[in-house]
C-alpha cells in the first residue's frame, strides 16, 4: 500500500531530457473497460494533424541528416519522382543558411 505522501509527489515520466524531443506513453484508465478514451477518437486524430500541420517536422533543421535526399520519409523524393523538383534541389545547403522557422 503506498504512504499518502509518496502519491502526492510529481512522477518524472521522461527519463532523459532532450531538447525539442518527444516521447511517447500510453494512458490507461481505472476502469480498462470503459470507452472514454476511444469515443472521441476522431478528435484526437484532428488535434494529430493540425499539431503536424502547424509544427512540420524537418530533418534537416534537426541535424537528422545534412540533404533532405538523405531522409527517408522526406516527400522530396515524390515531388523529384513527378519532376516538380529537380535531383539537386537543395543538395548545396550551406551550414549558414536559416530556416524561417
Do not use: C
Amino acid at each position: 500500500m503506498r504512504s499518502p505522501t509518496k502519491s502526492k509527489q510529481t512522477m518524472q515520466y521522461r527519463r532523459v531530457y532532450i531538447p525539442n524531443g518527444t516521447y511517447f506513453f500510453t494512458v490507461n484508465l481505472f476502469e480498462r473497460k470503459q470507452p472514454l478514451l476511444i469515443d472521441h477518437i476522431d478528435q484526437l486524430r484532428l488535434s494529430f494533424s493540425q499539431v503536424k500541420l502547424n509544427h512540420p517536422y524537418n530533418p534537416v533543421k534537426h541535424g537528422y541528416v545534412k540533404n533532405p535526399m538523405d531522409w527517408q520519409y522526406s516527400s522530396i523524393h515524390y515531388y523529384i519522382t513527378k519532376g516538380i523538383l529537380p535531383a539537386n534541389w537543395a543538395a548545396d545547403l550551406d551550414k549558414n543558411d536559416s530556416f524561417e522557422e
